[in-house]
């Protein structure tokens, strides 16, 4: 079985985005949801559905950003 960084999408209210992305993203984007359902066993996810928890999941193992953002927020204040 694959090991993917995203699991199963959870069904969440639709919020509207609109992007421009390069067709290659866009094929490996449809490439990962066909994947993602394969291993869940669940349908595909629409591929747009996948650029969010992307974003989350890329930002959360951002140690950089972490660093930055703990930074930028300085000390607590009581």
């Known amino acids: 079985m694959t090991k ?3 699991g199963a999408i959870m069904d969440d ?3 509207k985005l ?21 291993t869940t066993g669940q349908p595909a ?3 747009a559905n ?3 928890p992307m974003l989350e999941r890329f930002m959360a193992t951002d140690r950089a950003f ?3 953002r703990r930074n930028r927020a300085g000390p607590a204040t009581s």
């Open 66 to 68: 972490a660093k930055a």
């Open 18 to 38: 609109t992007i421009e992305i390069p067709a290659a993203v866009h094929r490996d984007l449809v490439a990962y949801a066909e994947v993602l359902g394969q």
């Open 50 to 52: 996948l650029i969010v």
């Open 45 to 47: 996810p629409d591929p």
């Open 13 to 15: 209210k639709p919020v």
């Open 4 to 6: 993917l960084k995203l």
